[in-house]
């Protein structure tokens, strides 16, 4: 299973607890990807490197996830809108060997969370993270849309979160 959604969604947090609940490993695919690019943070790959080769890190790190064994993989927010990784995760849910569960965040909620820690998040749009939240979404909310099985309400706290999606997929 693949968690995507926006930043600050709260991919890893649910990606932990649902990993945790079914008792797999949970992949995050920023830590994996970044391990690929050799530098110490995702602004350094944007910076040195532009964000082509931050997508090529994810798409890699992907296909590496869905080679291993059994995983929920909590993505990065392009990963569903962006190729080569958006074409990684599309292959793999045309083959069947992966769902999808998207996090659909209000902007608003988005923004509380971004305030609260900002992270290792580059600027996508040229303006600062929390800025550029309305204006990633609605370019992207069709793209999530899209590459999802099934939708939650990210907006909730994880707990109800994590009940939601295993009232879809099963506690185990």
Request: net charge negative; charged share 20%; proline share 7%.
């Amino acid at each position: 299973m693949a968690i995507i959604g926006p930043r600050g969604a709260g991919k890893s947090t649910i990606g932990r607890l649902l990993a945790a609940q079914w008792e797999l490993p949970l992949v995050d695919l920023d830590v994996d990807a970044l391990a690929l690019t050799g530098v110490a943070s995702i602004r350094e790959v944007f910076a040195s490197s532009g964000e082509a080769a931050w997508r090529q890190a994810e798409a890699m790190a992907l296909e590496n996830a869905l080679a291993g064994p059994p995983a929920v993989i909590a993505t990065g927010g392009g990963v569903p809108c962006v190729d080569p990784p958006r074409h990684v995760l599309a292959a793999a849910r045309a083959a069947d060997v992966l769902q999808v569960v998207l996090l659909k965040c209000s902007a608003e909620v988005l923004r509380k969370r971004l305030e609260a820690s900002t992270g290792d998040r580059p600027p996508l749009m040229g303006q600062d993270p929390v800025g550029e939240i309305e204006d990633l979404l609605a370019q992207r909310s069709q793209a999530y849309q899209e590459a999802a099985d099934l939708e939650v309400n990210g907006d909730l706290a994880p707990p109800e979160v994590v009940a939601s999606v295993l009232d879809q997929f099963g506690a185990a």
